[in-house]
């Protein structure tokens, strides 16, 4: 009776057998990117300092931000690559041989209080002896749209 029709739909085919192909990535699958000329980008508000990344307490009183303020519009695919040449524009320092640009995510925790949590770091001019964060994009860092981004520019 297996082999009878239901409501004269035909049954789906048994699944294949034969060797197991390999597991499965757990890896989650690389992110589509996104299509700029269709999506809205994202307003993503930049910090930078030199010398380190601001203190969470900095953020602490919305509208009392740090003052060394940068707006971006850009997208969720953006990489932190992008970011570095956008930060470049703005920021002389960052121009520098030597500079190395620290990327961290600000965001409110579960009790409200601000998080500056480092995401990753790029090389101002990189080169291939030197690897980077910079192929990373925002939503493979988990970015939230809200959040901000501190840009620690650094040099050796």
Known sequence: MADVQRRGR???PPPPR?????PPSRLAPRLQ?????????????VF?????????NEFAVRGKEPKDEV??????????????DLVKEVAPEARRR?????????????????VVREVGRTFSYPNMRRPDSGSKTLSELKFQIGDYLDVAILFQ
């Open 18 to 22: 034969g060797p197991l192909g390999p």
């Open 48 to 56: 930078t300092k030199i010398g380190g990344h601001h203190s969470d």
């Open 33 to 45: 990117p996104v299509d700029r000329e269709k999506t809205c980008p994202l307003l993503l508000r």
């Open 10 to 12: 035909p049954l789906p």
């Open 71 to 84: 707006q971006i519009y850009t997208w969720m695919d953006a990489t932190l690559r992008e970011l570095t």
């Open 98 to 114: 030597d500079a190395t640009l620290s990327f961290a995510f600000v965001y409110p925790d579960k009790r409200g209080r601000f």
